[in-house]
Nanobody
């Protein structure tokens, strides 16, 4: 059973930084494409960033240069370092692991950016 648990969300002022972490159990994240999605109030869930199984990284255009995704295979975690946060980054952030067209999700962590 794959379980993903996010942490690190909170309230931050615009321009500030937060680091989200996702801890996995039941499997090795190195076997998956892992990433982060977010869902703002009243909006659909959207992709933020992905780190592929072999390390390839991609970002949504709006977070390029501000967010950094990384994976620690020894700790079995994936992280999202967020800097220069904007009010429009406010959302619940979800960790995702994908393999063989199957998605696994965490329950999310709330990030609120005040102006």
């Amino acid at each position: 059973q794959v379980q993903l648990v996010e942490s690190g969300g909170g309230l931050v002022q615009a321009g500030g930084s937060l680091r989200l972490s996702c801890a996995a159990s039941g499997t090795a994240l190195s076997l998956y494409a892992t990433g982060w999605y977010r869902q703002a109030p009243g909006k659909e869930r959207q992709w933020v960033a992905t780190i592929g199984r072999y390390g390839g990284i991609n970002y949504q255009e709006s977070v390029k240069g501000r967010f950094t995704i990384s994976r620690d295979n020894a700790k079995n975690t994936v992280s999202l370092q967020m800097t220069s946060l904007k009010p429009e980054d406010t959302a619940v952030y979800f960790c995702n692991a994908r393999r063989d067209a199957i998605d696994y999700w965490g329950k999310g962590t709330l990030v609120t950016v005040s102006s």
